[in-house]
């Protein structure tokens, strides 16, 4: 017959993979392009808007991701821009809610790196309430480095994952 151990083994296997598939179906894309979908029209149907799709994917209507400088929380002129837009969506859409999420890239400490991302998060929201759009309807949060979505070693990857991108939470 099977051991104690082999059954508590199996148990376990068997609890860890019931609980890890409840878990978040949302994939982050792994486009390493660093384009932003493009903007049609500002003025989007509520269907554009995926529930819990984001911008690094596409799947939050017309909401782009925005990126930052090392080691900054300043915003350029080109992220300025593409929160203009992004404003503008969110005003033409008032019942979408969303969430900021700020990232770093790979250097740097975890704590130093989550403090930076939720610097940028807060920047994101500062500017989007800034330019008419209500901050009941913005949450923020950083992943410091937790959540890249380029790989590599180098600036190129470093510089995409600089970024703030936008998850729909309500639409």
């Known amino acids: 017959m099977y051991s104690i151990k ?3 083994m199996a148990l376990i296997l068997a609890v860890t993979l019931g609980v890890t598939g409840c878990g978040s179906s949302k994939k982050k894309s792994n486009n390493n392009s660093g384009a932003n979908p493009s903007m ?3 003025n989007r149907s509520d269907a554009a808007f995926e529930l819990n799709g984001d911008s690094d ?10 990126f930052f400088g090392f ?3 300043q915003l350029s002129s080109s992220t ?5 837009a992004n404003a503008q969506v969110l005003k033409d859409n008032d019942d979408v809610e969303i ?6 890239d790979e250097r740097g400490g975890v704590q130093y790196n989550l403090a930076l991302g939720e610097r940028r998060a807060r920047a994101v929201k500062n500017y989007l309430v ?4 209500s901050a ?3 949450s923020t949060i950083s992943f410091g480095k937790e959540r890249p979505v380029s790989f590599g070693h180098d600036e190129s990857s470093w510089s995409r994952n600089r970024r703030a991108n936008f998850v729909v939470t309500d639409k």
């Not at 800034?130 to 759009?133: I, L, Q, R, W």
């Open 40 to 42: 049609e029209s500002s």
């Open 80 to 84: 300025r821009a593409a929160l203009d």
């Open 57 to 66: 994917s596409g799947k939050a209507g017309a909401l782009q991701t925005v």
């Open 99 to 104: 969430q900021v999420e700020g990232h770093c």
């Open 130 to 133: 800034s330019m008419g759009v």
């Open 136 to 138: 009941s309807r913005i």
């Open 6 to 8: 082999t059954m508590a």
């Open 71 to 73: 080691n900054s929380a």
